[in-house]
Nanobody, 128 residues
Framework: VVFLAESGGGSVQPGGSLKLSCARSGDRYYSVCMAWFRQAHGKEREGVAS???????MYADSVKGRFTISKDNAKDILYLQMDSLKSEDTATYFC??????????????????????WGQGTKVTVSS
């Protein structure tokens, strides 16, 4: 069992920055792949960024060059540094994980179905 708890959301003006955190707890696994998703009001959940067990990262085109995903394996914390925020980044952000994901079983897309553990989400509002 994997538990995920997001934090760091809030309100920020366009052009500002926020850093989200996701603390992972529960059973320990040899390989864990993690990702950030977001869901805006009335829209489907979409992948933002992912990082696999070996540190390989993927980003949605909409956030490339602005967002950075990273992890602290010692503390079991996933991060999402969000810079140059835009109003369209407003959404609830979710942390996700899947275990047993060493190659060739690692997620290859930012699809929702690639992950089976989810946090409760943290809300990000970008508005002037």
């Amino acid at each position: 069992v994997v538990f995920l708890a997001e934090s760091g959301g809030g309100s920020v003006q366009p052009g500002g920055s926020l850093k989200l955190s996701c603390a992972r707890s529960g059973d320990r696994y040899y390989s864990v792949c993690m990702a950030w998703f977001r869901q805006a009001h009335g829209k489907e959940r979409e992948g933002v960024a992912s990082i696999d067990a070996e540190g390989f990262t993927m980003y949605a085109d909409s956030v490339k060059g602005r967002f950075t995903i990273s992890k602290d394996n010692a503390k079991d914390i996933l991060y999402l540094q969000m810079d140059s925020l835009k109003s369209e980044d407003t959404a609830t952000y979710f942390c996700a994980a899947v275990v047993g994901c060493l190659p060739p079983s690692q997620p290859t897309t930012l699809g929702v179905n690639e992950y089976n553990h989810w946090g409760q989400g943290t809300k990000v509002t970008v508005s002037s």
